[in-house]
């Protein structure tokens, strides 16, 4: 059974537990980089299409909306952003959600729309210790260790209130933030940019770098 039927199977089978509205906002350039739009918005439609009209796709192209461009801070395309009610950003992917990172993006949307969040009760209760911050995970689609780190950072970000920022990037995707960082292998995760978790990390790990001390 071919890899890309079992994931889009996935997709059907946990998009259909949508049981609230939600929205992604994505930034694309469909006019000087149509094959790369055409991917990302096959991939993306696949998730809209099995979600029974509760998730929708908002599309802005490049240079249509400096405003928003600007206030997202948006350096590359297709960029696509989890932004709660009063206009935050919670989770950038720069990255497409198919193979192996399906299932992170999955539970991503199902909690962005209310589903419970495993880490919630530890984000919550750590939430005054915790700067605000963003956390980056560099990944490689065939990176095996990759969802489960996008995961929990993912998740972190949902429960934090607006404190935590994640972005995802695939550095095959781009390059030029993979050398930006030197990052050699994956997953690779920086906190404000400063500290540094080379490999696979446990959510403890991640949360302890966060608050600056053993918790």
Do not use: W
């Not at 939600?22 to 350039?29: A, M, P, Q, Y």
């Not at 419970?116 to 065939?142: C, F, H, M």
């Not at 050398?179 to 404000?192: F, G, K, R, W």
Request: proline share 5%; with cysteine.
């Amino acid at each position: 059974m071919p890899a890309s039927y079992v994931f889009t199977k996935m997709i059907r089978d946990e998009m259909k537990k949508l049981s609230k509205s939600v929205s992604l906002l994505v930034f694309i350039d469909k006019i000087n980089d149509h094959q790369n739009y055409d991917y990302t918005r096959s991939i993306l439609k696949v998730y809209e299409e099995n979600s029974n009209g509760m998730l929708t796709i908002n599309e802005i192209q490049i240079g249509h909306n400096k405003e928003l461009e600007h206030k997202y801070d948006i350096q590359q395309v297709p960029t696509i952003l989890f932004i709660d009610n009063n206009g935050n950003e919670i989770i950038r992917y720069l990255a497409a959600p198919q193979g192996s990172e399906v299932q992170p993006f999955i539970q991503a949307i199902l909690i962005f729309a209310g589903s419970p969040n495993y880490y919630e009760k530890a984000i919550k209760k750590n939430l005054e210790r915790i700067k605000p911050s963003t956390i980056k995970v560099l990944i490689t689609n065939s990176c095996a260790f990759c969802p489960q780190v996008v995961d929990i950072v993912s998740k972190f970000a949902l429960a934090s209130s607006g404190k935590i920022k994640a972005e995802i990037i695939d550095i095959k995707e781009n390059p030029d933030i993979g050398q930006q960082y030197n990052a050699c292998s994956v997953p690779y995760t920086l906190i404000n940019e400063n500290k540094l978790i080379d490999g696979m990390c446990a959510p403890e790990e991640i949360l302890e770098a966060l608050i600056g001390e053993t918790i």
